[in-house]
């Protein structure tokens, strides 16, 4: 069934000798049912309405009045208007096969929201405008609201079978295209790169096979380094060693959690961060300090008793003793860089990393919410980057890489 469902406006039913919008839409359309919404003010033409439709030959719809009646305060504010339409076309379009919009009659804001409605409802919805008889504004053009119905209808030069049609279906598609481009650049905005993926699947974002393609693939490869830690291609093809590209893939991600305020993630791997860089540094510049076992770091006995004695003498006077059968974490690199670079930015760095560490683990392991107030967490990110420049001689735009690759994306969309 096709449902007409329309509001109604000062050029309704009949005006300067033509049909207003719903009696020329209901003229061109013929819907078997006709849901009529008024205001407190279009109440009064409901009965020139009704015989209005009614002088359309061969043509007998079902004319229902919906309960729901707008107040004349609430016919020019778009929101009220868009939440009571958006309601009363949904009831109706659960139960009917096809819904037909008035775009025409009634206010700007009525107007608006029919059009708004049409556009992003994704239901089975069909909307029509109707131009004026001279296809110009009906600005200067007096109303017939007060003259005699059969009057008016008698006169009426579109009640003929030779009558010029003036519907224009208002087709929604490249509006909903634009639609979509908007949050798919919102979504890259924020950086949420999996929604802007989900976003632009079944859209083509008014682009052609080839570039969604293309812009497809680079998400893809992107959104999987992500989840899996896999090496962000521009990190694969640079000309840093294994364990430069590793750290600075790393950083990479870090930052994007940082720039998500994603400041749970950041917290928990900020620590991971810094014991490698301090393992990449130890072991470039003291070389054999450090032994593996497993996969796991420990302080070499053998070749370093100066280390190994100032250490001792150090974690005594802080009331703890050495155990060189546990593998080093992040606290006792602290101690060993203070005794071998007292003065370096290196130990500055992650004196600041271990500042947060009690508070990093009441997060991971006790689930404690985080202030995001906290600037202590928000300056982490610019942590790890200092971090990075001490073992990797980095250029300063893989700061912006994420940043970089928005613009490369918005410009793959036409923005």
């Not at 109706?92 to 700007?108: D, F, K």
């Not at 804001?109 to 909307?127: E, H, K, P, Y």
């Not at 005699?148 to 003929?160: A, G, H, P, T, V």
Request: hydrophobic share 35%; with cysteine.
């Amino acid at each position: 069934m096709q449902t007409l469902i329309s509001c109604v406006g000062d050029t309704d039913p009949i005006r300067n000798f033509y049909d207003g919008p719903l009696l020329h839409i209901a003229r061109g359309i013929r819907p078997e049912k006709i849901v009529i919404v008024h205001s407190e003010r279009s109440q009064e033409k409901h009965d020139n309405i009704v015989k209005a439709l009614h002088s359309i030959p061969d043509y007998h719809p079902e004319i229902v009045v919906d309960e729901r009646i707008i107040k004349n305060d609430d016919i020019f504010l778009f929101d009220k208007m868009f939440e009571v339409l958006s309601k009363i076309i949904q009831e109706y379009a659960r139960s009917e096969e096809e819904i037909i919009l008035n775009l025409t009659s009634a206010t700007p804001q009525i107007i608006s929201a029919m059009f708004s409605i049409n556009r992003i409802s994704g239901l089975n919805v069909r909307a029509y405008q109707v131009a004026t008889p001279s296809n110009t504004s009906n600005e200067g053009i007096k109303h017939n609201n007060q003259q005699d119905i059969q009057q008016l209808i008698e006169s009426n030069k579109d009640n003929r079978k030779d009558y010029n049609n003036r519907l224009i279906e208002d087709k929604a598609e490249k509006f909903q295209q634009l639609l979509v481009r908007k949050t798919f650049l919102d979504l890259i905005r924020e950086y949420d790169y999996e929604g802007a993926v989900q976003v632009i699947s079944g859209n083509d974002l008014m682009l052609s096979k080839k570039k969604k393609g293309k812009l497809h693939h680079e998400l893809d490869n992107l959104i999987k380094s992500i989840k899996t830690q896999n090496l962000l291609p521009e990190v694969e093809n640079s000309e840093f060693d294994v364990s430069q590209k590793t750290i600075l893939n790393a950083y990479l991600l870090i930052s994007l959690q940082a720039k998500r305020e994603l400041n749970t993630e950041v917290l928990i791997r900020v620590k991971n961060f810094a014991e490698f860089i301090v393992e990449m540094y130890l072991d470039k510049n003291y070389n054999g300090l450090i032994v593996r076992y497993d996969g796991k770091p420990y302080l070499n006995t053998e070749g370093f008793e100066d280390v190994i004695l100032k250490l001792q003498y150090s974690l005594k006077k802080a009331g703890n003793e050495l155990n060189t059968d546990r593998y080093l974490s992040l606290p006792l690199y602290a101690e060993i860089i203070r005794i071998i670079q007292p003065d370096s930015s290196l130990l500055k760095l992650i004196d600041k990393v271990n500042g947060v560490n009690t508070f990093r683990n009441q997060v991971a392991h006790g689930f404690k919410p985080i202030n995001m107030k906290n600037s202590r967490v928000k300056d982490l990110a610019e942590t790890c980057w200092m971090l990075l420049l001490i073992v990797n001689d980095v250029d300063e735009k893989w700061r912006s890489y994420f940043e970089d690759k928005n613009k490369v994306f918005k410009e793959m969309v036409g923005y």
